[in-house]
């Protein structure tokens, strides 16, 4: 397989496993079918779009590209029919949401690579391709985006942009290493929502020590 095909089906794995978070949480909504499948098509190809759209890559692949649709529309078959199934997962939305962000972290990272941009703006874009979407999500469905909150989200996308960009420079290109970055953000986030890692935070004095140092 060569890598153009790697990346590929990184993507399309990629918007499968999104499309499925994005379902579920319409589903847990209560939305109907047609929410369903739109939230899923927002979760999947919204930060690739955004992505495109940064790099020149138009029209965006998500939306040009039928296979994506495709693929969106299947998982929210699946997610609609087998429901409580996927319900036995603990916490399934955090779990396919993880996947998801370390396979667009890494592929979104290599196409700004392809269409010959820098380091910076490669991991940049990588990191918006993962969590894109999911703000998307969250925000219609009035939840906080996850990125905003003190859980290793985005900094999971960073790691697995990073990891792949260092192998390209690197020039190592075989066909396991998509694999290995996509791993690695993957298992930072799943781990840190087993642990309960978080970011620091950085607290002020409150009103009552500001008025005793007064």
Known sequence: MNSHA?????DLVGT???AISGAVAARQRRLDLFGIVVIAFMVAC???IVRDLCIGAIPPAGLSNWHYLATALAA???TILAYPQVRRLRQPVLFFDAIGLGLFAVSGAQKSLVHSHNAEL??????????????????VLSRVPAILERDIYASAALLGA?????FSYAGWTDWWTPWFATLACVLVRLASLRYGWRLPIFQG???AETHDHR
Do not use: E
């Open 6 to 10: 790697v990346y590929t089906l990184l």
């Open 16 to 18: 499968f496993v999104f």
């Open 46 to 48: 919204g930060g690739g």
């Open 76 to 78: 929210s078959a699946v």
């Open 122 to 139: 490669a991991i940049l874009l990588g990191i918006v391709s993962a969590v894109g979407g999911g703000v998307m999500r969250d925000v």
């Open 162 to 166: 990073s990891v792949q960009v260092g």
């Open 205 to 207: 004095k409150s009103a």
